[in-house]
T-cell receptor
Framework: KQEVTQIPAALSVPEGENLVLNCSFTDSAIYNLQWFRQDPGKGLTSLLLIQSSQREQTSGRLNASLDKSSGRSTLYIAASQPGDSATYLCAAGGFKTIFGAGTRLFVKA | KAGVTQTPRYLIKTRGQQVTLSCSPISGHRSVSWYQQTPGQGLQFLFEYFSETQRNKGNFPGRFSGRQFSNSRSEMNVSTLELGDSALYLC?????????????FGSGTQLSVL
């Protein structure tokens, strides 16, 4: 049974700081790993998708890596901004997409 | 291109009632999946439909059911509502649910059971 864990559960950083969010999964038989952003009371917005055969993906200030052998993915956010404040969720894609509990990020101006 | 549309946005029901939620996927998307989000359990997979057929199902009781129509629109139904069914229900669509496809989510239906 796939289990996805995200660390830390919450994070508060000053504006401009670079930060790393961590995601681990127990079953390496995934076909992709996605990172999402969720604002309060809203749906999820897909940020990055890494297929199981890939190692990383980049979009603007965001970079996500995937290491299937160790069951880990990281989301790197460069030069954080107050607008980045949200909950970030990772999801292990398979027959059933399994989500982590998320990391709540607050970026202070 | 319109995004994923979920209706209604908010619902208030009482215990024992039933409820139907609707999801219209992005045009051309044939896979629709449903999720329940609660503060305690997070996001949990309910089921996924593709071309009117349920392909995958999560670990929810039979009170939770769904269907998909020929135009890919999907509905989910919860019968005999319980207090614990209060949650944000999200649906997501993708073209075929292939490994290179992102999931696109709607804004959700917030269900409150009193």
């Amino acid at each position: 049974k796939q289990e996805v864990t995200q660390i830390p559960a919450a994070l508060s950083v000053p504006e401009g700081e670079n930060l790393v969010l961590n995601c681990s999964f127990t079953d390496s038989a995934i076909y992709n790993l996605q990172w999402f952003r969720q604002d309060p009371g809203k749906g999820l917005t897909s940020l990055l998708l890494i297929q199981s055969s890939q190692r990383e993906q980049t979009s603007g200030r965001l970079n996500a890596s995937l290491d299937k052998s160790s069951g880990r993915s990281t989301l790197y956010i460069a030069a954080s901004q107050p607008g980045d404040s949200a909950t970030y969720l990772c999801a292990a894609g398979g027959f059933k997409t399994i989500f982590g509990a998320g990391t709540r990020l607050f970026v202070k101006a | 291109k319109a995004g994923v549309t979920q209706t209604p946005r908010y619902l208030i029901k009482t215990r024992g009632q039933q409820v139907t939620l609707s999801c219209s996927p992005i045009s051309g998307h044939r896979s629709v999946s449903w999720y329940q989000q609660t503060p305690g359990q997070g996001l949990q997979f309910l089921f996924e439909y593709f071309s009117e057929t349920q392909r995958n199902k999560g670990n929810f009781p039979g009170r939770f059911s769904g269907r998909q129509f020929s135009n890919s629109r999907s509905e989910m139904n919860v019968s005999t509502l319980e207090l614990g069914d209060s949650a944000l229900y999200l649906c997501a669509s993708s073209p075929y649910r292939d490994s290179d496809e992102k999931l696109f989510f709607g804004s959700g239906t917030q269900l409150s059971v009193l």
